[in-house]
């Protein structure tokens, strides 16, 4: 059921209040445990827009009662101005209270207008549009009819009607509203400066290069010291840097604006920012991080009873929710999202929301609410004149009405939705009308895929001239898909290879930011365990000047205990540097720390420790009402004095403990643990234990983390690797079949020659054999048949002899090739050899081999070496000349001096072009990937030649004259183990 309470204070309705005596609001919310003192503000006109806890006098529900009758209509109101967020149910009492306080009182005109801006307030946060916008002109009236009407409060009118026309969808009006608030705030700094935040805020939507040309430098120069202009300076930096894809600066700008907005008790914007960074930490990949967030907005909004805050919570949950792959719990949420909303959906956000329901509509294949989702958001996005989202809205549509079999209106809503792309340059978003177009298309023509082909791959085309983004998959997948319904496996082929491209380098992409957001998580944990620490320092500064100089040693060595615990990579070593910091600290006979295991549903308790002794681990069952295990349910430090009463919770074997500490290992609600100091002494640990340990296990649940992550990051880092071993090993095993081929055809010659020589002796030898038999061999025919045959026979022998010799010379080379063994061989001609063995493969086309080698002899890993020219000379005869322009290959090798030796591989072909000559060597990088290379040729050669030879490679190269790889390396090779497998650039 929807909740929607109407604080109309304009129709002087009273409401009775009946509060159970000793009754308590939110204690977060009550300073000095609801006991502050109670002056009169009779004479104060200007209550701040938002106030802290220090600034603020909070009332709990059983003083209403007890000073209803002592309290001036100021008080009242003025505490109403400030509860209106913090506590909008409490604000509505007080102003009910004001009425019949104010019923008899006189004067107050300010105060009264105060009173009327905080109903409108009220009414507009609960949804009640109408009666805010009806309080907002009688304000305004009243204001417009005063000689000398109060600046300030003029200024808080104007930004309460952008608050207004913001929630009614007018932004430009709500821009003009924001710039009069500035003007009429000139004389007050904090409330100004909250104005030019949240117009800031507007602008970047629209112009977000405009906006930070305008505003970056003015906000650098300012004071920006009040929460609540905080909150919305804040704001406004965060949107700047998310606009621009800098979701991790965008996380820590909203998340000090979160804390600001909550301690100035601005839980709109609060609630705003929270679902905010949930949507950054779902663009850095980090999900569970993201609804984390969305869920505090979500609870926020629900303890309001706002519509549209829970409404837009629930919405920005289903979108990750989506992510998730959830589908069925996303739809619910979007449906409950949408009974918040009702009518009142008028700003940027609900478009979104309806685009976002919309897809999931699709994606379920219900095509008919699906277009009544876009059409909404379409219809929205125009008149807030929002282009950004009215562009996916009739994409959105397009796909829909296509579905449905409304092809035309399915191609006109994909056709306008590229031409607003093209017109405002949003590519992205020209590629999505175009997929949607294409679908049209291929409907419309019967699942012929020729012109959603042509579509798609206009579609390619924009997405490669956008600098740094990645195409998806789906985009290639879809081609490759349709070129193979038209039978042209080689272009289908092609797609598909980009598709797993594109999959792989956006899988990067996602690891990269998880990375990214992980850095976040850790930095604003340290964060507030500093932020901790310095407000202790500042409590014990106030009560104990005496322990300054203990607590700021303290300080700084418990920074030094931080960098030592986060720098542990494992948590042998993390539990082990935790003990012996907590040991020198505080008191401490056992210390344990256990881990939580969500799969069985345990606390592992790994580390144990009593009175220096390890004890052995043990296991305690999360659900059980065992301390450890209520600490990590609760997320909550738990610290129990037993002195001599019995403790429950003692474990058999060990001694009694009078003072127990139990604390989470948290990352915000992420809890992964417990650690848990105890002592025999009584009352072991006041506030300055409380400190350190606090601060030690904020840095102990950072280390594990940490630990966590470069546990998986290895063994990432270690399956790479072995898969690029593998390949590594398959491109050796290509270059030896690359010669096994050149051999094969080298050796098919002679043996040709040799058969048909042995053909005709054999036929010579029956001949004779016949004559012989008729008596008719004559000493003429015997002369000639035995020439004949010494000459055949002469043939069949060098011919077998070429053979067996070729055969002998690619035994070796093959052996080279397949062993990891160094030895003595002749320079000179162990590379004839090779490039004997090669010449096939390289001189098929009219390439020709030409040898120039000096005589060397040489101490070093001959199979290293035949990959490397063999590699070399592949890599020419497949990119240096063209298959009907043949050219030469020259292999020179020289002495440089007594110790090291250089030999150049040379071509006089079409060159390589600058851009791609400094990439030649990375993996995987290769411009015949069409064609079916790995990329791992000349990236192979670079590991032998820099690792196994111990020498080095370079490659010159000058477009359209040729190329030189250049090798040096030593005669002799010193003992060398390899220790990388990526070359590495100056």
């Known amino acids: 059921m929807l909740l929607r309470d109407s604080f109309s204070f304009l129709k002087s309705v009273v409401i009775q209040v009946h509060l159970p005596l000793g009754s308590t609001h939110d204690p977060m919310l009550t300073g000095n445990n609801g006991r502050w003192p109670m002056p009169s503000f009779a004479s104060d006109i200007h209550p701040e827009y938002f106030s802290g806890i220090d600034g603020a006098v909070w009332l709990d529900e059983q003083l209403i009662e007890r000073h209803k009758s002592a309290r001036s209509y100021a008080d009242l109101v003025r505490h109403a101005w400030y509860l209106r967020q913090r506590d909008s149910r409490l604000a509505g009492e007080l102003l009910s209270i004001a009425q019949e306080v104010g019923a008899g009182e006189p004067g107050g005109v300010d105060w009264r207008l105060r009173a009327l801006l905080t109903g409108a307030e009220l009414s507009r946060l609960h949804g009640d549009i109408v009666d805010a916008e009806a309080a907002l002109e009688q304000v305004g009236e009243q204001l417009d009819r005063l000689d ?104 820590r700008r909203w998340t000090d604006g979160y804390e600001a907005a909550l301690t100035a008790g601005a839980l709109s914007m609060a609630i705003q920012l929270a679902a905010m960074i949930g949507s950054s930490f779902a663009n850095l990949y980090d999900l569970p991080t993201a609804m984390e967030w969305k869920e505090r907005a979500y609870d926020l909004a629900k303890g309001t009873r706002w519509p549209f805050s829970v409404g837009m919570t629930l919405a920005s949950m289903a979108e990750t929710t989506v992510t998730l792959q959830n589908h069925v719990r996303a739809r619910e949420l979007f449906e409950e999202a949408l009974t918040y909303i009702g009518d009142n959906a008028n700003t940027r956000r609900h478009v979104i929301l309806f685009n976002a329901y919309g897809n999931l509509l699709l994606e379920l294949r219900n095509p008919e609410e699906a277009l009544s989702l876009f059409d909404r958001g379409r219809a929205l996005a125009q008149t807030l004149d929002q282009p950004d989202i009215e562009a996916p809205s009739l994409a959105g549509a397009a796909l829909a009405l296509a579905r449905q079999g409304d092809l035309e209106g399915a191609r006109q809503a994909a056709e306008r939705s590229r031409l607003l792309a093209v017109e405002h340059q949003y590519p992205y978003h020209e590629i999505q009308a175009l997929q949607a177009l294409a679908e049209v298309q291929k409907i419309h023509d019967h699942g012929d895929p020729r012109r959603a082909i042509a579509t798609l791959e206009e579609a390619v085309t924009i997405a490669n001239t956008m600098d740094r983004f990645v195409v998806r998959s789906d985009l290639f997948s879809a081609l490759a898909v349709n070129y193979e319904s038209l039978g042209d496996h080689e272009r289908a082929l092609h797609y598909e290879r980009r598709s797993r491209e594109s999959w792989q380098r956006n899988f990067d992409r996602q690891n990269g930011a998880r990375i990214q957001a992980l850095q976040v998580r850790f930095d604003t944990a340290r964060a507030k365990a500093e932020a901790e620490h310095h407000r202790k320092l500042a409590e014990a500064e106030a009560t104990r000047a005496a322990e300054l100089d203990r607590a700021n040693q303290t300080l700084e060595r418990l920074g030094a205990i931080g960098q030592e615990i986060t720098a542990r990579l494992d948590g ?96 915000g609600s992420r809890v992964l643990g417990v650690v848990s100091v105890q002592s025999d002494r009584p009352n072991a ?141 002749e320079l000179g001609e162990y590379l004839s050899e090779i490039m004997s063995l090669i010449r096939a493969r390289v001189a098929g086309n009219g390439n020709r081999i030409e040898i120039d080698v000096a005589p060397i002899q040489m101490d070093t890993y001959p199979g290293a070496l035949a990959q490397v020219i063999t590699n070399l000379v592949a890599n020419i005869a497949d990119h240096a000349y063209a298959p009907d322009r043949p050219g030469r290959i020259i292999l020179r090798g020289r002495s440089l001096d007594a110790y090291m030796v250089e030999i150049a591989v040379v071509d006089q072909g079409i060159g390589i072009p600058g851009d791609i000559l400094p990439k030649v060597f990375d993996p995987f990088f290769t411009t015949r990937r069409a064609a079916g290379s790995m990329g791992l040729g000349l990236h192979v050669v670079f590991n032998q030649v820099t690792q196994r030879l111990n020498g080095s490679i370079t490659i010159d190269s000058v477009l359209g004259q040729g190329t030189v790889a250049t090798v040096r390396i030593p005669r002799e090779v010193p003992g060398f183990v390899p220790a990388a497998f990526f070359p590495v650039h100056a």
């Open 572 to 667: 042998e070593s993390v539990f082990t540097t935790l003990s012996r910091h907590l040991h020198d600290l505080m008191h401490a006979n056992t210390l344990f720390v256990g881990l939580k295991d969500e799969a069985n549903q345990v606390i592992d308790i790994r580390y144990r420790t009593e009175d220096g002794k390890r004890l052995p681990p043990r296991q305690v069952p999360l659900a059980s009402d065992n301390l450890s295990a209520r600490c990590v349910r609760d997320n909550e430090e738990i610290l129990v004095a037993w002195g001599d009463r019995v403790n429950p919770n003692s474990v058999a074997g060990t001694r009694h403990m009078r003072t127990v500490l139990f604390r989470p290992l948290a990352l």
């Open 685 to 825: 640990y006041g506030p300055r234990e409380l400190l350190i340990f606090r601060t030690i296990c904020a840095y102990g649940a950072i280390a594990m983390a940490n630990a966590e992550a470069y546990q998986q990051l290895d063994r990432a880092v270690g399956e790479t690797r072995e898969a690029l071993q593998r390949l590594v090993q398959q491109e050796k095993m290509a270059a030896l079949g690359q010669l096994v081929a050149g051999v094969a055809h080298e050796v098919n010659t002679p043996l040709g020659v040799t058969l048909s020589a042995v053909s005709q002796l054999n036929d010579s030898i029956r001949h004779l054999h016949g004559q012989v038999e008729k008596g008719l061999l004559t000493r003429s025919v015997l002369t000639e048949a035995l020439d004949n045959g010494r000459e055949l026979a002469a043939l069949a022998q060098r011919n077998v002899t070429r053979a067996a010799d070729m055969i002998r010379t690619f035994k070796g080379v093959a052996v080279d090739h397949g062993s990891d063994e160094r030895r003595v061989f």
């Open 148 to 251: 000398q009407a109060d600046i300030i409060l003029l200024g808080d009118w104007s930004f309460l009607s952008a608050e207004l026309s913001l929630a009614k969808g007018r932004t430009s009006d709500a821009q003009a509203h924001l710039s009069d608030a500035i003007a009429h705030y000139a004389g007050d700094d904090t409330r100004r400066l909250m104005a030019e935040g949240a117009l800031a805020f507007q602008q970047q939507y629209e112009r977000p290069i405009e906006a930070q040309r305008r505003w970056d430098d003015h906000f650098a120069q300012a004071l920006v010291a009040h929460p609540a202009t905080q909150a919305y300076v804040q704001a406004y930096r965060g949107s700047i840097c998310f606009q621009f894809g800098q979701f991790p600066d965008a996380i």
